[in-house]
Nanobody
Framework: QVQLVESGGGLVQAGGSLRLSCAAS????????MGWFRQAPGKEREFVAT????????FHADSVKGRFTISRDNAKNTVYLQMNSLKPEDTAVYYC???????????????????WGQGTQVTVSS
């Protein structure tokens, strides 16, 4: 069973950048579709970005398109979320998620993912 650990969160000013990392255990990381979600207190978990097994196909939520970029390095068993031009509205706990490849490039629904990390806090000040 895969284990996911997020890192890279922190406190930044609006307009700044952060790079989140998600380190995955296991020997078959490349066979997993990966996703990033975020959730603020009292709010629903929100889709952010997803990437297919090879890294060739990605999809980003409209709210982050052009600012955030998901990528993966299968040799390092790691998926990244580069976040630029951060806004206070981006403040949330960011979660990494994984699901084994089953014939689709990626998933955008949290209910479709099998494994989750503990999350990393991102706080963007005005």
């Amino acid at each position: 069973q895969v284990q996911l650990v997020e890192s890279g969160g922190g406190l930044v000013q609006a307009g700044g950048s952060l790079r989140l990392s998600c380190a995955a255990s296991g020997r078959t990381f490349s066979s997993y579709i990966m996703g990033w979600f975020r959730q603020a207190p009292g709010k629903e978990r929100e889709f952010v970005a997803t990437i297919n097994w090879s890294g060739r196909s990605t999809f980003h939520a409209d709210s982050v398109k052009g600012r955030f970029t998901i990528s993966r390095d299968n040799a390092k068993n790691t998926v990244y979320l580069q976040m630029n031009s951060l806004k206070p509205e981006d403040t949330a706990v960011y979660y990494c998620a994984a699901v084994p490849y089953t014939g689709r490039n990626y998933y955008t629904s949290a209910s479709e993912y099998s494994y989750w990390g503990q999350g990393t806090q991102v706080t963007v000040s005005s």
